[in-house]
């Protein structure tokens, strides 16, 4: 069994997309916000924050999906500029999009 | 004794049955509920009456303790129902009896017939002639005894299960009628229209029949039969952490009131907390599973504070090897250990056994939406504290793996009732 585990700061989050994209390629991944942030103002907080961080990249900013639930943004962005995003205060966390590791895989299967 | 009373028997040790009484001059007046009261079960035995510190003090893992337990509730006669409810105007009494106490009444002068008690339609309509009860639970739904619910007419009726998965496979016949809503999320993230449900694995299907498949040539996999469920299809690959946001997403909009998910990410993160607050907000029990890289290893949102965390045992009650465990600070998780090892269930191709947390969980899910079903009234918060005040931890198991034991749902409903 594989007991390791991965540190999934924001910091670690941003050092690993750094490490395998570099800071100005773009990544996708999905920032998660503060619970406090009210699940309506999620779209708009996160558009504003991107414009004052990134005014100058904002043709290299996609946004997906919002889930207001999560408070959650899907983003493809250059690693900086989601560096720039996550030092804000309503920002918590980050997670990359293609994740391999979600589902909870028996670890034995056989036929009945 | 009729065949469906015999049946029933068979498969529970008790039925509830119905006493009709002989008519005419010959007959003599109706027996009292004192004449017949040695015949029949106390209700509470069955988790009936609010007799719930009596009840949760036994830790009786099945009928082959309910001597005892009926012992214990001799005591408190004064504060439970009678055992038998006679109807003189009908020449009818109505109770729960075990193969002795029906083989008595049907010895015994005045009693013309005993029959199994049929469900009211308002509980359960039209199925009682097509689908026959099932009689080989798996060994995971007995551990649990949810055949003792079911034979209170309690299957999860009325009750949605969310479920985010690899899919279901809707038209296997464990899973007829049980798939309400599905939807699927492409590799973008992106809820797909009018999809067909299916499983792109077996994962999914072989959850979902844990948590409510219907019976199948007598084959019992499913803790509540008679639930439904909301299915999201958040496949890995691509974006997966967007499919399973927007899966949570969408099954919370779909009336649901247990949330069960086999999924999560090694380690600790906060990036789930929100979501797991909105579901529990909105009044959903999140059941999750903790993982399967064993001690001191979990994954989120399994092993936040605010979900119900649920590990595996096997078919001894042991821990599973390979369930995780882990404290923090005075909290540990998982908060359970559910049936998680050699569990049987349905996947598209037919049947298979599968180990892991992954089965547990459902299990627990499941047990979630008998207690819902029974007590539709009942808040997340009550459901879970029922569960979680039910568990009983074996002398054998170490309390820094199982946490509270194993759930056991009579117990549980007796404390959601209590």
């Known amino acids: ?112 | 004794m009729t065949d469906g009373l015999r049946e029933t028997l068979d498969q529970y040790g008790y039925a509830q049955v119905v006493l009709v009484f002989e008519t005419g001059a010959a007959a003599g007046a109706p027996p009292s509920v004192e004449d017949l009261r040695e015949h029949f079960l106390d209700a509470a035995v069955l988790g009936s009456p609010a007799t719930g510190g009596v009840l949760a003090s036994v830790e009786s893992a099945g009928l082959a303790h309910q001597a005892p337990v009926h012992l214990a509730m001799a005591s408190l006669a004064a504060s439970s129902p009678p055992p038998v409810r006679i109807f003189p105007r009908l020449g009818m009494a109505l109770g729960y009896a075990t193969r002795e106490g029906v083989e008595a009444l049907h010895s015994r002068p005045g009693v013309a017939k005993v029959l199994r008690a049929e469900l009211p339609s308002l509980i359960r309509p039209v199925r009682a002639e097509s689908s026959p009860p099932p009689v080989n639970p798996t060994w995971g739904v007995e551990r649990l005894r949810a055949p003792e619910l079911w034979a209170q007419g309690i299957r999860g009726h009325g009750v949605t299960v969310g479920h985010i998965d690899t899919g279901v496979a809707a038209n296997h016949p464990a899973l007829a009628g049980a798939v309400a809503h599905f939807s699927q999320f492409d590799l973008q993230g992106r809820q797909m229209e009018g999809v067909a449900a299916w499983d792109s694995d077996d994962h999914g299907t072989h959850t979902a029949g844990t948590i409510l498949g219907r019976a199948v040539d007598t084959n019992a996999i499913g803790m509540a039969p008679e639930a439904t469920l909301a299915s999201a299809m958040v496949i890995e690959g691509g974006d997966v952490v967007g499919r399973i946001l927007g899966g949570m997403e969408w099954v919370l909009g779909q009336g649901i009131r247990v949330f069960s998910a086999s999924l999560g990410i090694r380690g600790q993160g906060v990036a789930f907390q929100a979501a797991m607050d909105g579901i529990r907000a909105a009044g959903v029990l999140p059941v999750i599973a903790v993982g399967n890289e064993g001690l001191n290893t979990s994954r989120y949102p399994g092993n936040y504070a605010n979900v119900l965390s649920v590990g595996a045992c096997d078919r001894t009650d042991a821990v599973a090897p390979f369930s995780s465990s882990q404290q923090f600070g005075a909290r540990m998780v998982p908060d359970l250990v559910a049936p998680g090892v050699d569990v049987l269930s349905c996947v598209p191709s037919g049947f298979a056994r599968m180990d892991g947390t992954s089965m547990a969980t459902p299990h627990v899910a499941g047990l979630a939406a008998l207690l819902f079903s029974a007590e539709p009234e009942a808040s997340a918060d009550d459901v879970e504290r029922a569960i979680l005040s039910s568990c009983v931890r074996p002398a054998a198991m170490d309390e820094s793996r199982g946490n509270r034991g194993i759930p056991d749902a009579v117990r549980a409903l007796a404390a959601l009732r209590g």
């Open chain 1, 1 to 112: 069994m594989d007991g390791g585990e991965t540190d999934w700061t924001p910091e670690a989050v941003l050092l690993r997309l750094e490490g395998a994209c570099g800071t100005d390629a773009a990544a996708s991944a999905h920032l998660f916000l503060s619970g406090d942030v009210p699940a309506d103002e999620v779209a708009q907080r996160v558009r504003r924050a991107v414009a004052e961080v990134a005014p100058e990249d904002s043709q290299a900013v996609a946004l997906g999906p919002v889930s207001k639930l999560a408070r959650s943004v899907g983003i493809r962005a250059p690693v900086r500029v989601l560096r720039s995003l996550m030092s804000r205060d309503e920002f918590v966390s980050i997670l990359p999009g293609d994740l391999d590791d979600m589902l909870i895989r028996p670890v034995d299967k056989r036929p009945a």
